[in-house]
């Protein structure tokens, strides 16, 4: 007997005096209270209603699935992956406590440290009570009253700074809490620099920016209002205001007597700070007509001032010197708030500030790198393991990596273990001068012998070398925005521009055949003071799109861009297919850019994946990844495609055109469909490619019959039923199926 409700046999079976059904007890009496009701006849039914059964207690039947082999494995199988899921999740909660449990760790020694300094200098200020108490009364004895002996002491006190204040460290502690809480919700932008845009970066321009004599920029910062506006200290002395998008010097700051150090810009591009070797700190602030003044120098420090940092808050700076001392100044009062001196301390070299604010780290000449809580100016760490000069101390966004250079290289380090993680050695036998990570904490900057960017999600592998820099010499390194620009400075008086060549505005559209004349009216419309250009029979078959030029040859689109501003030979073209009235392809040379770019002679698509270029998406994409593109060709390889072999009226002069294509300079192959072949490698890959494709060609002609079949019949078949669908979508009915029937014939043939 079987329950109506679940169809299993019942443990407590009961049945309805007015049905006369068998249920589960359990079941019928949470249906009875929700709906008041017989689950199958829908009549009124009470509790009353049912009458329980007496039934023997006997063992349950198996489970379905456990009554074979098969159903057996499946469940073990089932246990299995149920044991495992929770394995992984007790892996998981297991990591997660050991970092809590190492955070409370790192927490605690910090702790103990600061307990064990407090009780230092408690014990110190007890011996000094005592000592004092001990010489009042030979000073009563003497004749001197207390108060003016007091007087006395508390003179050189009314001298000294007056320390950071309690509103002040509110401040400090108020914004990097802040900033913390906001650093760990803060998301990558989405256009920040991928691996693939550095490896592209190359030399866009060079700025002669301060005096040959004294050559040298030390330092680079660019302008929180704009990053095409940077400030450069210089070994001449001066700091120097640049424009880079309008190429001028917007100011030349000239104050200081010995080079310049370094230079922030002060939270907007009108105040600046810089520290030199003359042992001042000076702010600068913008004045009428774009000239700049300087407000206030600094001139507590008796050392060589070498690095100046901009607290978050922009209202507080940290300078380090080579006296061994950092000081903490207020802006807004233009005052020294405390100055900072640790006894035996070797003088300082380089300094910078943790992104909260509260944290900062200076290097010295003897290979010591400090960790200082700016509140209670305490040394609160100690990284040893360099050798030589720290020249160079970069904190990451993340809030906790932190890199170091000197002349054995980079270290980088874990603040919250406290300790050295990675070492990078980038140059044998020169000193490592500058390290900068970029905002969003992706790539580090390293500057020497040459710059290179390191790739932080790539184990810390080089992205990319730099090499166009002075033998002397790299002194600074700057990341733009989103990373898509790298500054260096060097030991020469140039500061250089590394980025991925930008696009200008649109000259030239060409439809180079029939097919592409189809969107010439949508190109026009895109991009209005440009000239349209179309093949042959382009006025004659689309008279409606007002065509300015019409290109026969490549000879014929080069006098056509000439006309259009491009220097002459500056862009090389030349014809390759002219196999009928309305198909043909041209190859484009731009020397500056060393870019071969081609039209649908060739395709270049890669597998669907981060920093690639998708395959076509939707039904017909889908249909073409599949089938068309791997038969016919320029899929994972850049080469021409074999649909071009259907249209090639005469491959021994297209070959040749090729071959005086390949004798030119280029290094990478830009397609109109799919991913761009990149340097280096770029021109050998498309070259394999193109001699891919002649030998299949030859060997079609040589023996047309299987041969044709095998390499042509596939692709010209896909290329109709592609060209249906395109055809569906931009021709109308008859001209659609026109255009197929001929692809198929090519086919056939």
């Known amino acids: 007997m079987l329950c109506s409700i679940s169809g299993t046999v019942p443990e407590q079976p009961v049945v309805s005096k007015k049905s006369g059904h068998l249920y589960e007890k359990r079941l019928i009496l949470k249906v009875i209270k929700e709906t008041g009701r017989d689950p199958i006849t829908s009549e009124v039914l009470e509790e009353d209603d049912l009458l329980e059964l007496t039934s023997a207690q006997g063992v349950k039947p198996r489970p379905t699935p456990a009554t074979s082999i098969p159903g057996l494995l499946s469940l073990f199988q089932n246990e299995w992956d149920a044991t495992m899921l929770e394995v992984h999740q007790l892996r998981q909660s297991l990591n997660t406590v050991r970092q809590e449990l190492s955070h409370a760790l790192y927490q605690h020694d ?76 803060r998301a990558i932008s989405p256009t920040v620099a991928q691996p693939d845009d550095i490896a592209a970066f190359s030399l866009q321009s060079s700025h002669p920016l301060h005096k040959t004599s004294k050559g040298g920029i030390l330092a680079i910062d660019v302008s929180p209002a704009s990053d095409a506006v940077v400030a450069t200290a210089g070994a001449d002395a ?30 907007a591009q009108d105040l600046l700070a810089s520290a030199s070797a003359d042992r001042t700190t000076k702010l600068w602030r913008a004045g009428g007509e774009g000239g700049y003044s300087c407000a206030h120098t600094f001139t507590e420090q008796a050392g060589e001032v070498v690095s100046v940092c901009v607290h978050p808050t922009n209202s507080y700076l940290i300078t380090a010197a080579g006296d061994g001392s950092w000081a903490f100044y207020d802006v807004a009062a233009a005052a020294c708030v405390t100055q ?34 700016t509140r209670t100016q305490k040394n609160v760490a100690k990284f040893d393991g360099h050798e030589g000069r720290i020249n160079g101390i970069s904190f990451s966004e993340n809030g906790y990596y932190m890199a170091t250079c000197a002349s054995d290289g980079v270290k980088l380090w874990d603040l919250r ?33 040459d710059s290179r960017v390191y790739g932080v999600k790539q184990d810390w592998s080089v992205v990319k070398e730099f090499s166009d820099v002075p033998k002397k010499g790299v002194h600074a390194v700057r ?54 250009a179309g093949p042959p029979n382009a006025a004659a078959r689309f008279p409606g799109h007002a065509w300015d030029a019409i290109v026969h040859t490549g000879q ?42 081609v039209t649908d002679l060739a395709f270049n698509f890669s597998q669907k994946g981060r920093g690639e270029t998708p395959l076509p998406g939707g039904p017909l994409g889908r249909l073409m990844c599949a089938t068309y593109l791997p038969l016919a060709g320029g899929y994972r390889e850049a080469c021409p495609t074999k649909p071009v072999g259907l249209l090639l009226g005469d491959a021994d002069a297209m070959l040749a055109t090729l071959q005086s294509v390949m004798a030119c300079n280029f290094d990478q192959v830009v397609v109109a469909h799919g991913d761009i072949v990149p340097a280096p490698g770029g021109k050998a890959a498309f070259t394999a490619g193109a001699l891919a ?8 002609r040589r023996r047309p019959g299987a041969r044709a079949r095998q390499l042509l019949l596939p692709g010209g078949v896909l290329a109709a039923v592609a060209a249906a669908a395109v055809g569906g979508a931009v021709l109308t009915g008859r001209a659609a199926w026109q255009l197929v029937g001929a692809l198929a014939g090519w086919a056939a043939r």
Not at 160 to 182: H, M, Q, V, W, Y
Not at 426 to 445: I, K, N, R
Not at 576 to 589: A, D, H, K, P, V
């Open 110 to 185: 910090a702790a103990c440290r600061v307990i064990a300094r407090l009780m230092r200098e408690r014990d110190s200020y007890r011996q000094q009570l005592e000592a004092a108490q001990r010489a009042a009364p030979a000073e009563a004895a003497a004749g001197k009253r207390g108060g003016e002996a007091m007087e006395v002491d508390e003179g050189p006190a009314k001298k000294a700074k007056a320390g950071i204040t309690p509103d002040i460290a509110e401040r400090l502690t108020a914004c990097s809490n802040e900033l913390s809480k906001g650093r760990k919700k």
């Open 238 to 267: 001066t700091v120097q205001l640049y424009d880079l998008s309008g190429e001028r010097v917007v100011a030349s700051l000239e104050g200081h007597s010995k080079k310049v150090h370094d230079v922030k810009f002060v939270g």
């Open 340 to 373: 900072v001196a640790e006894e035996g301390s070797a003088p300082y070299t380089c300094a910078a500030l943790h992104p909260d604010g509260l944290i900062l780290c200076t290097g010295t000449d003897a290979a010591a790198v400090r960790i200082w809580e």
């Open 417 to 449: 273990k406290l300790k050295n993680f990675k070492s990078l050695a980038p140059y044998e036998g020169t000193p490592t001068s500058a390290v900068a990570f970029d905002h969003s904490g992706l790539y580090l900057g390293v500057g020497g012998a």
């Open 479 to 532: 990341f733009g925005t989103d990373a898509r620009s790298l500054l260096v400075g060097a030991a020469d008086h140039n500061l250089r521009v590394f980025a991925a060549p930008q696009l200008g505005e649109v000259a030239v559209v060409l439809a180079p055949n029939a097919m592409h004349c189809l969107w010439g009216a949508a190109m026009r419309d895109s991009c209005p003071g440009a000239v349209l």
């Open 556 to 597: 014929d689109l080069e006098t056509l861009l000439v006309q259009r501003g491009f220097a002459p030979g500056e862009v090389r073209a030349w014809d390759t297919l002219q196999s009928n009235g309305w198909m043909q392809e041209l190859l484009l040379l731009h020397s500056p850019s060393r870019s071969l770019v």
């Open 693 to 700: 494709f002649f030998k299949d060609v030859t060997a079609l």
